[in-house]
């Protein structure tokens, strides 16, 4: 018996392609083996198609209600014909939605991407700078748009700022994600300093506050490693984050309130389509 005809026996499963539904190839998933993966990779799976067998654009094929984001592919030979492939697979854990955090405040829609998640084991400064949140690896494929360092990824009612984009083994792209939780978006009310000043008071003059949308993030989650060099932060310190069109011209020493505690504005840097505040309690 020809070799490839017993490929073509196993191989039953049909696949399809995960965002369209079209039906793609037939195919079989290659035993597991747990002892062989680690805890990033052990949602992944290698599955065997005909060398004819085409991967859809998008990379990401379906089986049953499985979605797998596909790798490399990996050819077998038998004089020099290939007579198979594997597909390198990482499990989804479902869709997200990539967006600047200025499309997240201002509710822009975007392309939804299948992604796979697994908690990150190691990070030298975990212990220095990340010990109260959670740092996760998502997995895209590599046909889709690399995102920036800072943008937020979007699960459900999940947010997770991405801080470095790696080249993963196996043929992904990996978002390196602090998990911002299901509160970060709040509503603050926003002081701006007129730049009067009250000589009776001895207090610089506050203009008319008005109700923010911001991100709202405890530092670490940026995941900067501190030095002499940069800004000092204190525990209670807390970044937040504006769209521009909704707060232009943000200055040191203005004033923000969120569940009745007052925040001095010590810090204003612009990034892309927000501003960055670095504000303290006052």
């Known amino acids: 018996m020809d070799i490839r005809d017993t490929i073509n026996y196993f191989s039953r499963q049909v696949f399809l392609d995960a965002y369209t539904g079209i039906s793609l190839f037939t195919g079989h998933f290659d035993i597991y083996n747990g002892w062989l993966n680690d805890g990033v990779s052990s949602k992944r799976r290698a599955i065997t198609i005909s060398p004819t067998a085409v991967v859809p654009t998008r990379r990401c094929i379906k089986q049953d209600a499985d979605v797998f984001i596909v790798g490399e592919v990996v050819p ?39 992604f796979g998640k697994s908690w990150r084991k190691s990070w030298k400064d975990l212990a220095e700078t990340a010990e109260i949140f959670n740092i996760y690896n998502l997995y895209i494929a590599i046909s889709e748009p690399t995102p920036d360092a800072g943008n937020i990824a979007v699960v459900g009612n999940k947010l997770f700022r991405i801080n470095s984009v790696e080249e993963s083994t196996g043929g992904f792209t990996v978002l390196l994600a602090s998990d911002l939780g299901a509160d970060a978006i709040q509503t603050v009310l926003y002081s701006p300093m007129s730049g009067g000043y009250n000589p009776v008071s001895d207090t610089k003059l506050a203009s008319a506050p008005f109700p923010l949308s911001v991100i709202w993030e405890m530092f670490q989650t940026t995941f900067k490693k501190l030095t002499p060099s940069t800004e000092k932060f204190l525990p ?16 040191l020493g203005d004033k923000l309130t969120l569940l009745g505690i007052d925040y001095g504005v010590i810090g204003v840097s612009l990034a892309g389509t927000s501003n960055k505040l670095h504000v303290r309690p006052v």
Do not use: F, W
Not at 85 to 106: R, W
Not at 239 to 249: C, E, F, N
């Open 236 to 251: 209670s310190d807390r970044i937040v984050t504006a769209a521009t069109v909704d707060l232009p011209s943000p200055k």
């Open 76 to 114: 077998d030979y038998i004089n020099n014909e290939i007579i198979k492939n594997h597909l390198i697979c990482q499990a989804s854990d479902g869709l997200m939605e990539v967006k600047t955090s200025a499309e997240l405040l201002l509710g822009t829609a975007k392309t939804l991407v299948y």
